[in-house]
C-alpha cells in the first residue's frame, strides 16, 4: 500500500470553528490532492498541489484553503465549519499523469 | 464540464458469472483511464489503469477501452462475494489535468 496516512480519522467540531485536516504521505509523490466524498455526489476534488508551495483550487473549493510547506505534507484547512462540510475527506497522492492512490479518508461531523 | 458516467446499479451478479461495469466521458481528448473499487466505509483502492484502445487484462480483471466510442468497461470473471463494492471510473485529460470520477456503480455477487 501507498504510505498516505489521514489525521485524525475521525472528527466532530462545531459550527464555526476552523479545522485543519493533515495528509502525510511516504512516498515522494510530486501531486496531492484533497477530495470530498459524499452521497449522490462522488469524489470531488476540493484543491490540489504539483509541488511545495503550489497548489490550485478545484471544483469545490469554497469555505476551504490548503498549504503544502513540505513535499511529504500537505494540509485542508476549513477556515469557519458548516454542516454542509459533514463529509468523508479524502487525501491521494500520484506523479504527474500516473495513477492516484487514496489515503484512510478522514470521517467530518459538523453539528 | 467534463463528465464521467456510469450506471449506478446495483448490479447483481450470481457468484461464478462474468460482471460487466461500464463507463462513458464526455472529454474526448482524455488520455488515461482508471478503476478503482471502493468497500464500504473505505477507500478507494486502484484496480486497473489502461492508456491505449483495446483490452488489458489483469487476473479476473479485463479493460476495456475504445476512444472512438469513449467508453472505457471492466470485466470481472468468475466474480466472486468479495468483489461486492463500489466500482469507480477515473478520466484524466491530457497531462496535468485532473482526475474525474463517474459516480461509481455498485455491484453485488450473490453466492
Known amino acids: 500500500d501507498a504510505g498516505i496516512t489521514q489525521s485524525p480519522r475521525h472528527k466532530v467540531t462545531e459550527t464555526g470553528t476552523p479545522v485543519t485536516l493533515r495528509c502525510h504521505q511516504t512516498e515522494n509523490h510530486r501531486y496531492m490532492y484533497w477530495y470530498r466524498q459524499d452521497p449522490g455526489h462522488g469524489l470531488r476534488l476540493i484543491h490540489y498541489s504539483y509541488g511545495v508551495k503550489d497548489t490550485d483550487k478545484g471544483e469545490v473549493s469554497d469555505g476551504y484553503s490548503v498549504s503544502r510547506s513540505k513535499t511529504e505534507d500537505f494540509l485542508l484547512t476549513l477556515e469557519s465549519a458548516t454542516s454542509s462540510q459533514t463529509s468523508v475527506y479524502f487525501c491521494?497522492?500520484?506523479?504527474?499523469?500516473?495513477?492516484?492512490?487514496f489515503g484512510p479518508g478522514t470521517r467530518l461531523t459538523v453539528t | 464540464q467534463k463528465e464521467v458516467e456510469q450506471n449506478s446499479g446495483p448490479l447483481s451478479v450470481p457468484e461464478g458469472a462474468i460482471a460487466s461495469l461500464n463507463c462513458t466521458y464526455s472529454?474526448?481528448?482524455?488520455?488515461?483511464f482508471f478503476w478503482y473499487r471502493q468497500y464500504s466505509g473505505k477507500s478507494p483502492e486502484l484496480i486497473m489503469s489502461i492508456y491505449s484502445n483495446g483490452d488489458k487484462e489483469d487476473g479476473r480483471f479485463t479493460a476495456q477501452l475504445n476512444k472512438a466510442s469513449q467508453y472505457v468497461s471492466l470485466l470481472i470473471r468468475d466474480s466472486q462475494p468479495s468483489d461486492s463494492a463500489t466500482y469507480l471510473c477515473a478520466v484524466r485529460g491530457n497531462y496535468g489535468q485532473n482526475f474525474v470520477f463517474g459516480p461509481g456503480t455498485r455491484l453485488s455477487v450473490l453466492p
Open positions: 472529454d474526448r481528448g482524455s488520455q488515461s
Open positions: 491521494a497522492i500520484s506523479e504527474a499523469d500516473r495513477e492516484e492512490y
